[in-house]
């Protein structure tokens, strides 16, 4: 998800977030209800990354 935000005239807020699974249990054998089940009960990685940029008007 990317939030972008004009603070002033040539300034920018950009709020960035990003959410990673997998699962790699049960290779090679497919199962809709186990492996739904799996990945919602497997390890996440979640970031937030916030950016500033101003453009000076040189």
Known sequence: MI????VLPGSVFYFVWTHN???FEDPGDFSVKRDFGN???????????????YWLDI
Do not use: A, G, T
């Open 3 to 6: 939030l972008r935000y004009e």
């Open 21 to 23: 699974k997998m699962n």
């Open 39 to 53: 990945l919602i009960n497997s390890e996440s990685d979640n970031v937030l990354l916030v950016k500033f940029s």
